[in-house]
Each structure stands twice: as structure tokens, then as C-alpha cells.
């Protein structure tokens, strides 16, 4: 909260006057209760759930303060009428008096395949206030053995069916002749699949079914369908496409990884209006054939020859007389898994900003924004025509089209024209990285209104905002979101334009924190970490990637192979969600336990690291200014950090035996690492920013040592020109180590610096994303190693999490009753210059935000806290008596608690409520 000014801080001696803003118009006396936001599995009306007891939360809204849950009721029906008259349940809670309300478990009869289920809540509060009954949520559950799969795998009967061949079309008509009630499909491929019933697309989601390990986690979507079926005939109709099941993965001839042939397996059941049944399934009766999908495959892209196109293939009335019978493979259902994350779909639509004719003559559209999905062109010309779309995310220095970035990936879609007007394309199982497209082959000018871009990626709903009086931050963060909506496609990637695309494990764990509060990644990172689990190696290790596709000795490096504890760990303490602990503590424990086994004398210096990845380094270092970092030090710190966080789990779950012994053995880790690595002075022996600030984040040294280190770090960025120097692994952490050590200020130095190496640097050369290196595009113009140089590369971003955790200041606060915003904190760090900053989240509690402002020598700071949780808001001053609530001294005003004063700031202890505090600023001189 300090800014310098002849080597003096302004700091805030506050006068405060505050307010309690009330939510509406009614008063505290008149306050109502009601029932928001229902979730099933943290999802709202879920399909295909398949947990035994899945779990409910609920938001609750009211414009009263200091307002808490004191008990709950529950009601559960198979029909939305029965339980809104309150009969035939099949389960009634009975008031449960408890502020539980996030993941509370069904505990009614025995749940039935392919089965909704219809719920509502009501509560009640500490003020005497009783809800109505919430609207109607539901859940339908999946196929809850393999028992209730009665489809049949099948492939394409037709010869030369192979990865460089056109995508298959399978089909099948049927005739319903009484009342459809309802009706739901069950699908999953060997390979990726769209499916249609009666020529209209079934779901809105793209790339199903999503990347897993499919020899031991295969997902398989649930839809409902019902609107889709008509009395009479019907027809189904799916597209396979090779994806990632058997497209070129990685590189070198990484072919076919789980399999050569591509398959369905689809199941519809539908339930009739007398209650009767029907299955229509995958299996020999169907058809198979090829059209106009004549190439597909992730890096290189699609080839669409409309000429070849079959009109009206999946419509009831098409004649397939001339397609080939399908065969029946089979393949068992022990691998199928249902869907838990959210499914790739389609978000917001580009159209181009700008046409450029480059110095070499390419047409180009730019875009504006690099992002990730595809174009859709509407084009025409003569029968045989074949238009061009090639993708890229930059201009060389020349201002010409520029791919040398993406490797191997040739990221082209080819489109052959049938002389059709206004013929309209669109890929169907690749996606691209790209601001620009260059479009070749076209006869006359280039119209921009013939083609938008469309982005993809997983459709977590978005959680947090961030906004300050700083345009460059706010473009920074700007990056940092369309970095997540880049890369978080089914999996979280490295990169999504060149021939990698990989669930590269390091980025992932640095990133994983900011990326919670910007979408709800509950859901996406619990698919995504059993697949970390299915995926380690007998031995511990955690491979580099996951899925892997790299391996069996592609793993075991520090900070990336943490992944095991970091990512349960941070979603833990984001969403309250013992759950994920539960389901990895085994993989945890393991990981922990390979480097305790690899490990001689408590130090883990053995092996292969990727060290800090992409750390400082100049092109002239003639006098070692590279900031290189001893990888067996950042091991060891990393060895302890997944020790400490296994410590943790392990108390949560109640694992006291295990807590015992790792304690004792986190202490041995601890003193390997002062022995091997620090002087008796507390010098460490890399004198880098990443050194310093593992050491210190991670607690790796003695305690009366930590602040000559703090200072150390802080010599260090001074001597770069405040600088940050750090890579994959130090990048994270640093500003919050300056922060905890009373060097905001140089945060504040690091964050703001705009040239290189900074986060600001590339916004200053034009970024709409976040770039792998530091300077991916030098000042000059010229860009880094074409090898590895992605301009859409989210792990920097992580600055992200001190921009919202500490810079506005919303937290969680310490203590394992904390987790998931119950227990909130709330504690601002102004500074820089900035005159104002905000920041919101959606928890599972409802929406928290903070807001500050500093003008006129007068600071604002605007709090909201939802209902059913407390808070701490650390206000910046050490005098209680000059805080005041309405003109009233903050002791008078029931509800808010004075906690005690810490470092220069007053703790204040609350509940719900919307809060308005003001306060004047003086000046002092600094100590």
C-alpha cells in the first residue's frame, strides 16, 4: 500500500469513512432468502453423471449482512411434477441443521441407468429467515455398468480405411411409431465423431470424445435428444475423424498411438410415452461410405472436396443402396468412462479487421486477435477450384506471412470448390492457432465478409474479472485469458498452432492457480489429473505430457512430474473439493515416494530436468549474465514443496501415520538442501531471482535467514534494471515472494517494466496473447529460434494469480476450513502508480469482489462477500479508533469484529454483506 516519493511512502493513515451498502432497496429487518445457482457434480444439469452418490451445491442470496446458513432440505423426484407437489420422492433430507452447502452427497434409494432425477433445496439462516423452495435442477445419470451397453463397436466395411484417407460416414434409419416421451444417445469413437439424427447435428460440442488415455479411459458423451426424433422414419448419421486416436502425435513417426482403424459405438434409447422402451444401437445393420472429407488430421489440417459431397446423407429418405455394411469389432466396455469435464464447443465469432496484400504479393486477413478454433468461408468459383487457407499468428519483420514457428505443422485447410454459388466450408476435426490467414487459389479480390473465424475450447463458465486504470495491464490480463481460452481445448496445451499441441505438465502446474480464477477449471483439471494418474509409471514418475504419447522415459523432471501435487492441491484450495484429493492421493504419494527412493542422502541430484525452462539468457552473455539456476537445487526445492503439499492432503483425508512420517522427512529435506546449497551466511550457490525466490517460497531456509534473502532477490532485480529473469518454474512465484517479504514495490517495478525481459514487453509489441519466450519477437522485428517460439503460450501468465490475489487482494484464507472461499481474505496491495483496481469471482458461495481506488489523496476500497461465508479484510492501518462504519466507531457495529493489527494492517472480521469503506492518505516517512 506504500508509494515512494523521495525515498518517503504515502501510506494510508486512515480516517475512515465507511459504509455498509445495502443489496437492493429493502432493509436489514426486511431481509429475504432465496435459492440461486444449483449444481450436480459442480455442473449445472449434468448428463451422464455416473457417481453413486453425486454431490449437490447450491448458491444462496439475500440482502442482509452477516447472513449464514444454519440448516438445509432436500428433495429428490424422477419427474420435475412429483417434486413440486413433494410426492412419490425418493429421497427427503429432513432439515439438516448445518451451513453446509457446497458438495453436499445424495444419500436417497439406489440410482438407475439412463434415469433424471429432479432436485430442489431450501434453507434456512441466522436470522430467522426461511427460503422457498429453489426451482427445479436435475441430473441423468449415465450408463452405470458395462452391463447396460447393449451397442456393438463398429468400423467402416469398406477397404483402405487409414490415416491418410477420407473420413468415413456411417448411417443408420429407423422407424418409431408411437410417442417419443424421451430419448438419449450415448456415443464415444476411436477417434473423434460428429453425429446427426434426421441431417441436424446432435450436442453443440466439436472434437468429442475429447483426449484421454483410450486404452484405459475412454469418454463417452451423453445427449438428449429428444427434440430430434420425429414420429415415422428416422435416420442417424456420424462422421470419424482421426484426431488425436491416430493422427502423427509429437514428432517423429508417432503414428496411429492407440490404434489404426477408426470406430463407433452409439447407443439410443428411447422411452415412449406408455413407458416402453426401445434401443437403437450400433451394430452390423448399419452402413459405411466415404464423401466429401477427403484428409483430416490435426497439424497439418483438412481437405474438404465438395464435389464428393453426399446431399442429404443422414435424412430418412437418402438411399445408401450403394454404401458397404459395416463390420463388428469387439473391444469390450471396461475402458468407457462418462464425460466429467465440459466439452469443447464453439465461443465467439471474428470477423477480419484488416486485408493485406503483403511485400510478396500473399492475400492476407487479419483477425485481430490470435486465437484457436477455425475460419468459416463462404466461397465461390468454378468445379475443381481449390482455395487455400493457410494459418499463422504473426507477420515477419517484412510484414510477410510467417510459419516457420509452427515446425512440421503445415496448419492448411484445402477447399475444392463443386461451382455451387456461395458455397460455405468448415473443418471438422482439426483446429488451428492463427490472428492471420493467407488464402490462395481464389479467382478476384479478397471480400472479408466471406470469412470469420470461430473460436474452440472447453466451455468452463467464466468465474473472474480483473480491470485497473492501467490500460497496459489490462491488456496484459487480456492475454492472459485468451492464453487459457487457447489452450485449454478438452486437455491443457502447451501451444495450439505447431505440431506439438501437448498436455505438457509444467506448464500446466504454474498455470493452474490464475487459470482458477478466470473459469471454473473444477471439473477440467479433475478429468484431466486421473489421466496424470492412469499415465504414471510404476516406478512414481510422472510423465512430461499427459496423455503421453511421448514415452516410458519421457519423465521425472522437477516441476513438471509436481504436477502430481501441485494441480489437486491448488483446486482444493480454490473450490473445497476434497474430492480430487481423494482421487489422487495415491498418485501423490507415489510421485513423493520415487524421489525419496532415487534420492542419497536426502538430496535429490540424480536424473533429468528441464531445469527453470526458458529462463533470462542474452545473446551476447560475455560476462554471465545468463540467469542459469542449478537444477538439482530447484529439485530439491520442488522435492519439498510436493512433500509439504502431501503432508497436507494427508491431513485433510485424516492420514495421521502419513502426516507423521513425511513431516520427518520433509525436515531431512530441508536440511539437505541448507548443507548442499546455502553458505553459513545464507548466500545460495545460484545467485539467481529463481534460486532466491524457490528457496523462499517454498520455505528452504532457516527462518532468521529468509529476510537477507528477500534482500539478496531484490539486489538481484535491481541489478538487472528491475528485470524479471526467471523461467517456467521461478516465474510464478516471484512477485508473491516480494510481496510476503515487504517488497511490493519491486513487484509492482517487475509487473509495470515494459521492456525486455517483462510481461509488458510484448504488449508493447502488440501481443493479444502470451507468448513462450519472454521475447518470441525481438525489438528489432526478428523473431527468436523458429524451433520453439509459440506466440500463444499460457505459462507466463501465471503473473495472473498475484494480479488478483494480491494486487486486488481476493483470497482464500489460511486454514483447511478456508478452502474454497469459505473463509475469505481480503487484503489490497497498492502501489505502482495504479489509481484504481478490481476484481470479481464466482465461487460456489456466489459472486466476491473487491474494488479500489486511490484519487485526491482518498482511497476507496468496495467489498462484497457472499452469503454463507466470513471474511477477513486487512485494512491498512495500525489504529482501530479512526476506523468508522456510517459515522459510528467500527467497535459500536455488530457483526464487525476487530481481529488484531499484522504488519502494518488492521484485521477486521465479517460476514455477507456489501461493504464501502473510504479513508484519506498523509504522507510518512519511510522506516
Known amino acids: 500500500m506504500l508509494k515512494r516519493k523521495n525515498n518517503y511512502y504515502q501510506c494510508v493513515t486512515i480516517t475512515l469513512l465507511a459504509g455498509l451498502i445495502l443489496l437492493g432497496t429493502q432493509s436489514f429487518a426486511q431481509a429475504r432468502l432465496a435459492l440461486g445457482q444449483l449444481w450436480v457434480e459442480n455442473k449445472s444439469n449434468p448428463l451422464g453423471v455416473t457417481e453413486a452418490a453425486p454431490r449437490l451445491s447450491w448458491t444462496i442470496l439475500s440482502d442482509g449482512f452477516q447472513v449464514v446458513q444454519t440448516a438445509y432440505e432436500i428433495r429428490v423426484a424422477t419427474n420435475e411434477k412429483d417434486l413440486k407437489r413433494g410426492r412419490h420422492l425418493i429421497w427427503e433430507s429432513g432439515k439438516i441443521n448445518t451451513d453446509q452447502s457446497i458438495h453436499v452427497p445424495y444419500k436417497g434409494s439406489a440410482l438407475r441407468s439412463a434415469q433424471r432425477y429432479y432436485w430442489q433445496v431450501k434453507v434456512w439462516d441466522n436470522q430467522g429467515h426461511a427460503s422457498d423452495w429453489s426451482t427445479a435442477g436435475f441430473w441423468q445419470t449415465g450408463l452405470l455398468s458395462a452391463s447396460d451397453w447393449k451397442a456393438k463397436w463398429i468400423e467402416p466395411g469398406y477397404a483402405g480405411d487409414a490415416v491418410f484417407k477420407p473420413s468415413p460416414m456411417l448411417r443408420k434409419g429407423f422407424t418409431t411409431g408411437k410417442k417419443i416421451a424421451s430419448a438419449t444417445a450415448f456415443i464415444t469413437a476411436h477417434g473423434l465423431y460428429e453425429a446427426f439424427i434426421n441431417g441436424k447435428k446432435i450436442g453443440n460440442a466439436f472434437l468429442t470424445p475429447g483426449w484421454t488415455d483410450y486404452t484405459d479411459r475412454l469418454q463417452y458423451q451423453s445427449y438428449d435428444v429428444t427434440d430430434l426424433i420425429k414420429q415415422g422414419n428416422n435416420a442417424i448419421g456420424v462422421l470419424l475423424g482421426s484426431g488425436w486416436y491416430r493422427s502423427p502425435m509429437a514428432w517423429g513417426d508417432n503414428i496411429n498411438h492407440y490404434g489404426k482403424k477408426l470406430g463407433l459405438l452409439f447407443q439410443l434409447e428411447i422411452t415412449y410415452v406408455d413407458g416402453s422402451h426401445r434401443y437403437i444401437i450400433s451394430d452390423g445393420s448399419w452402413k459405411s461410405s466415404t464423401g466429401e472429407i477427403v484428409y483430416s488430421e490435426i497439424y497439418n489440417g483438412e481437405t474438404i472436396d465438395a464435389r464428393l459431397k453426399k446431399t442429404g446423407w443422414a435424412l430418412p429418405d437418402y438411399k445408401d443402396a450403394a454404401w458397404v455394411s459395416v463390420h463388428v469389432k469387439d473391444y469390450g466396455f471396461k475402458n468407457l468412462i462418462t464425460t466429467e469435464n465440459q466439452l469443447v464447443t464453439k465461443h465467439e465469432v471474428f470477423h477480419p479487421v484488416k486485408v493485406i496484400t503483403t511485400p510478396k504479393g500473399e492475400k492476407v486477413l487479419d483477425f485481430g486477435q490470435n486465437l484457436v478454433g477455425w475460419v468459416v468461408a463462404t466461397l465461390s468459383g468454378k468445379a475443381g477450384d481449390t482455395v487455400t487457407i493457410s494459418h499463422a499468428e504473426v507477420l515477419d519483420k517484412a510484414g510477410n506471412f510467417y510459419t516457420a514457428n509452427l515446425r512440421a505443422a503445415k496448419a492448411q485447410d484445402h477447399y475444392i470448390l463443386n461451382g455451387d454459388e456461395n458455397e460455405v466450408f468448415e473443418p471438422h476435426f482439426t483446429w488451428h492457432g492463427f490472428r492471420y490467414i493467407k488464402v490462395e487459389g481464389l479467382s478476384g479480390n479478397l471480400n472479408p465478409d466471406d470469412f470469420t473465424a470461430v473460436t474452440l475450447y472447453s466451455d468452463m463458465p467464466q468465474t473472474g474479472h480483473f480491470s485497473s486504470s492501467d490500460t497496459m495491464l489490462n491488456k496484459l490480463e487480456h492475454n492472459i485469458e485468451w492464453g487459457l481460452r487457447g489452450n485449454f481445448l478438452d486437455i491443457p496445451t502447451d501451444c495450439p498452432q505447431r505440431d506439438e499441441r501437448l498436455g505438457w505438465t509444467g506448464d500446466a502446474q504454474v498455470f493452474s492457480r490464475t487459470a482458477s480464477f478466470i473459469r471454473n477449471v ?229 509487473l509495470l517494466q515494459k521492456t525486455y525481459p517483462s510481461w509488458l514487453y510484448p504488449v508493447t509489441q502488440g501481443a493479444t496473447t502470451i507468448w513462450e519466450r519472454w521475447d518470441g519477437q525481438k525489438p528489432d522485428g526478428s523473431f527468436e529460434n523458429p524451433g520453439m517460439n509459440s506466440f500463444n503460450h499460457y505459462a507466463y501468465g501465471a503473473i495472473g494469480d498475484w494480479m488478483y490475489r494480491e494486487m486486488v487482494g481476493l483470497d482464500t484464507y489460511e486454514g483447511e476450513e478456508a478452502v474454497g472461499y469459505k473463509h475469505i481474505k481480503i487484503q489490497p496491495h497498492i502501489g505502482g502508480g495504479i489509481q484504481s483496481a478490481e476484481a470479481s469471482q464466482l465461487t460456489y458461495y456466489g459472486k466476491l469482489s473487491c474494488s479500489w481506488e486511490v484519487k485526491d489523496e482518498l482511497l476507496s476500497l468496495k467489498i462484497k462477500i457472499p452469503v454463507n461465508t466470513e471474511a477477513t479484510i486487512f485494512i491498512p492501518t495500525n489504529d482501530a479508533t479512526r476506523i468508522l462504519c456510517n459515522a459510528v466507531p467500527i467497535k459500536d457495529i455488530k457483526g464487525l469484529t476487530v481481529v488484531g493489527e499484522k504488519a502494518g494492517y488492521l484485521q477486521i472480521k465479517t460476514g455477507s454483506g456489501n461493504y464501502n469503506f473510504s479513508s484519506t492518505i498523509t504522507q510518512t516517512k519511510e522506516k
Open 522 to 750: 473444477n471439473s477440467f483439471f479433475d478429468k484431466w489429473m486421473k489421466d496424470v494418474a492412469v499415465d504414471q509409471f510404476k516406478d512414481g514418475r510422472i510423465p512430461h505430457v499427459v496423455p503421453n504419447v511421448l514415452g516410458p522415459d519421457q519423465g521425472g523432471s522437477a516441476g513438471w512430474a509436481d504436477v502430481a501435487t501441485i494441480i489437486p492441491w491448488n483446486m482444493y484450495v480454490a473450490y473445497g473439493d476434497k474430492r480430487i484429493l481423494e482421487n489422487q492421493y495415491t498418485s501423490m504419494k507415489a510421485w513423493v515416494d520415487y524421489i525419496k527412493g532415487v534420492s542419497k542422502d536426502d538430496l535429490w541430484n540424480t536424473g533429468f530436468d528441464f531445469g527453470d525452462w526458458l529462463f533470462y539468457r542474452p545473446d551476447d552473455d560475455n560476462d554471465g549474465r545468463a540467469a542459469v539456476t542449478d537444477k538439482y537445487l530447484i529439485a530439491q526445492c520442488f522435492y519439498a514443496h510436493s512433500t509439504q503439499l502431501l503432508i497436507n492432503a494427508a491431513k485433510v483425508l485424516g492420514k495421521t501415520a502419513d502426516v507423521q512420517s513425511y513431516t520427518a522427512l520433509l525436515k531431512k529435506i530441508k536440511s539437505a538442501f541448507v548443507r548442499e546449497y546455502m553458505t553459513p551466511s545464507g548466500r545460495l550457490v545460484s545467485g539467481t531471482q529463481t534460486a532466491y525466490v524457490l528457496a523462499l517460497n517454498f520455505d528452504m531456509l532457516p527462518e532468521h535467514l529468509r529476510v537477507q534473502a528477500a534482500n539478496r532477490l531484490v539486489e538481484n532485480i535491481h541489478s538487472y534494471g528491475d528485470h524479471i529473469t526467471t523461467g517456467f518454474l521461478g516465474t510464478p512465484y516471484i512477485s508473491e515472494v516480494l510481496t510476503r517479504f515487504g517488497h511490493t514495490d519491486v513487484a509492482y517495478k517487475l
